[in-house]
């Protein structure tokens, strides 16, 4: 099965994607993962996006689908995808839809977490992630079981992202409203998209996206 998560920045779709890639043994496309590896190693697309993924902006459509179109002609994709984080503008709905024909694949389920302002806020001033295994935690709402230490592979280090700052937050949050809410009802137009209530908590989330997986 393929299938985009579409939600703001900490919306829950890299905590649910994650969650759904264990279960059902899908893959978990995250382009901001991907961007974050590239700044990381300093390629020409990490050196051409930091600044941008710094200032809370969208990284150039171009140089997104290529990153995709790649990605998702991997062996391992054939196994059924989840984009988190893609597509993010109506171009790239359109390159995504254009690409998948090319390859021969469809999408099957397109769901949209929806969480109110005030929450994706608290959830993105509270994130971090562990830095061996990628695991995402919160201050409040999902901390270690024992405080330190990663669930997961028992790491004890841990970090942060530059861009889970209020000010940038304001600026991803723009973007999010004026660049990527228009990509939603592209997709219901063509009748593929459900929308879910986000501001759940993270079991009563997942429970509602396997009934849409299910159905
Ligand atoms: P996104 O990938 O959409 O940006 P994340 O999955 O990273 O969002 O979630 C953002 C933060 O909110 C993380 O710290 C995560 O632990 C927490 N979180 C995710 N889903 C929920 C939820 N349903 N209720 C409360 N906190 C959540
Ligand atoms: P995310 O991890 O999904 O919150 O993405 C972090 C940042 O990476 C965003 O604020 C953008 O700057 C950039 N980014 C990730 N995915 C895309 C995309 N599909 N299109 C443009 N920019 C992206």
Redesign the pocket.
């Given at each position: 099965m393929n299938i985009i998560l579409i939600?703001?920045?900490?919306?829950?779709?890299?905590?649910?994607?994650r969650l759904l890639e264990e279960k059902y043994g899908m893959v978990q496309l995250?382009t901001?993962d991907m961007l974050r590896t590239a700044v990381k190693l300093g390629t020409p697309l990490g050196v051409e996006a930091k600044s941008i993924m710094e200032a809370g902006k969208l990284v150039p459509d171009a140089l997104m689908v290529n990153l995709i179109k790649e990605r998702i002609a991997q062996r391992d994709c054939a196994k059924g995808f989840i984009l988190?984080?893609f597509p993010r503008t109506v171009p790239q709905a359109e390159a995504l839809d254009a690409m998948l024909a090319e390859q021969g694949k469809t999408l099957d389920k397109i769901i949209e977490?929806k969480v109110d302002e005030a929450a994706l806020i608290e959830?993105?001033s509270?994130?971090?992630t562990c830095e061996k295994c990628g695991m995402?935690?919160?201050d409040t709402?999902?901390k270690p079981k024992v405080e330190g230490v990663c669930d997961a592979c028992g790491s004890t280090s841990f970090k942060r992202r530059a861009d889970d700052n209020a000010e940038t937050m304001k600026a991803r949050l723009q973007a999010f409203n004026e660049q990527t809410a228009p990509i939603l009802p592209y997709y219901a137009k063509k009748g593929m998209l459900v929308s879910i209530d986000?501001?759940?908590?993270?079991d009563t989330?997942t429970e509602a996206i396997e009934r849409i997986l299910a159905g």
């Open positions: 939600g703001a920045p900490g919306a829950g779709k890299g905590t649910q994607a995250s901001g988190d984080g977490l959830r993105v509270g994130r971090f995402g935690y919160h709402f999902k986000g501001m759940a908590d993270m989330v």
